[in-house]
C-alpha cells in the first residue's frame, strides 16, 4: 500500500496533538509543525478537560493529504466518548480510519479503504484490534466500464474467501444481462443466481429480473416490467413460482403531464384491484399528497403530506400510517440561501422531542448527527464530524462557508 510521506508527517503530528496536547502542538490550543517547520496539525481543547474537541490543520504543503475526524458521544453526557480519525492520501486513492474507543490516545481499530481512478473501492481491510493483523478483508473488481464484475469477503482473513458472488455481462440486440452468482458459504459453488435484463439504451430500463435460489437451473421467480414511451412504468408482474401465471400485479396510472397518479395493486393478478395508491399535486405541480385506499373502502392508510417553500424545497413531510387524521412522523428539511440542504430532523411520534437530527456543510457532508431513542427529550447518542485540513474543492471555489 502506497502513503505518500507527506501524509505520514500529517498523520504523525495530528496523532500527536491527539495524544498529548504538549508543546509540540501549543498544549490547550497551537499549532504543530514537521521537520521543515511547516504547519501540519493543531488543536484546540475549550473545555480544557485534556482532550482536544477542536482541530485545524492546514499544512503549507497542498500536497498532503486530508484529514476528517469523527466524534461520537455515545451515551449523549454531551461529551465524545470515542473518536475515528479518517486520513486521505493526495491521491485520493487510499483513506484509512483510526478508532480511538475511550479517546485515550491508542488507535483501538484500523480500517484500510483502497479506491480505484473512478473513485469506486476496490479493497477494504479491517484490523478490528488494531494489532497490526487484518481480521476481515473485502475486495471488488470493475470492468473498463466502471460496472463491478467481483466482491469477495474474507471474514477472518485467513486467505479463504467466506462468500464471494461475481456479475456477468452479456450484450444482445436491444437488450443485456447482467447475472449475479452467489456463493454464499464460500465452498466454491454457486448457490443463488439473479438475472436482470435491461433495455441497451442510455437509460437502461431494467425489463425483467429472475431468481433462481437454489441455482439447480430452474428459475423459481420472475418479475416482468412494461414501460410506456417516457420510460415510466405501466405495469409490474410477478411470478412468484414461475408456473407461467403471475401471482401479483400492478398498473401505474400518470395524468396528461406524465405525473404519477394512481398505483393499482392486484394481489392475485386475477383482474381485482385490492389497494390503490393515489398521489395528488400541488399548483406547482410538486407531489403534495400520498395515500393507499382498500377498494371499496373510505378509509386511508398510509397517507403522507408534503409541503415545500417558495423555491420548491422540501421543508416537511408528515405521516399518518393508520389514517386517523393525526400525523404519526414529521420530518423537516432545511436549506441555506442557495437552496442546499443544511438540516433534516425527525420526530418519530409527533410528540414535540426530536427522536434525530443531522446537519450538513456545503458540501453535503453530514457534520452532525444526534438521537434521542427513548424519546424522552434528551439525546442519546450523538456524532459531530470535524474538518480538519482544507477539502479538495477550497470555499472560494464552491461558493462554501462552513
Known sequence: MFVSRASEVLRSAFLLCLISLITACGGAGGGGTDTDGDKVAGSVDSDNDGVA?????????P??????????????????????????????????????????GTVDRRTIYLYNGDQKVTYIEDDTDAD??????????YDDQGRITSETSDYDADGTDDYAVTYTYEQAEGYFLKTESRDSDGSG???????????SDAMEILLTESYDYENDGTLDSVTRYEYNG?????????????????????????????????????????GEVEYTTFHEYNDGGLLALKYTQQTGETSRTGVKEYSYDS????????????????????????????????????????????????????WQDVELESYDYDDDGNTDYEVEILEV??????DEETGCSS
Open 132 to 141: 497490526g493483523n487484518p481480521d476481515d478483508i473485502r475486495r471488488y473488481a
Open 63 to 104: 500536497s498532503v493529504s486530508r484529514v476528517v475526524v469523527k466524534l461520537v458521544d455515545g451515551d449523549g453526557d454531551g461529551e465524545p466518548d470515542d473518536s475515528i480519525t479518517y486520513f486521505y492520501n493526495p491521491f485520493n486513492d487510499t483513506v484509512t480510519a483510526e478508532t480511538d474507543a475511550g479517546r485515550d
Open 189 to 199: 459453488v454457486i448457490d443463488f443466481v439473479v438475472e436482470r435484463e435491461y433495455r
Open 389 to 394: 485540513d482544507g477539502s479538495v474543492l477550497s
Open 311 to 362: 423555491a420548491g424545497n422540501l421543508t416537511r413531510e408528515t405521516e399518518d400510517s393508520d389514517g386517523d387524521g393525526e400525523a404519526l412522523k414529521v420530518t423537516t428539511y432545511g436549506y441555506d440561501a442557495q437552496n442546499v440542504l443544511t438540516r433534516i430532523t425527525v420526530d418519530n411520534d409527533n410528540d414535540g422531542n426530536l427522536s434525530s437530527v443531522q446537519e450538513y456543510n456545503c
Open 230 to 270: 417516457q420510460n415510466d412504468v405501466l405495469r409490474e408482474e410477478l411470478d412468484s413460482d414461475n408456473d407461467g401465471v403471475a401471482d401479483y400485479a400492478a398498473d401505474y396510472l400518470y395524468d396528461t403531464e406524465n405525473r404519477l397518479t394512481e398505483i393499482r395493486q392486484d394481489y392475485s393478478a386475477d
Open 53 to 61: 474537541d477542536q482541530f485545524d490543520a492546514r499544512p503549507d504543503d
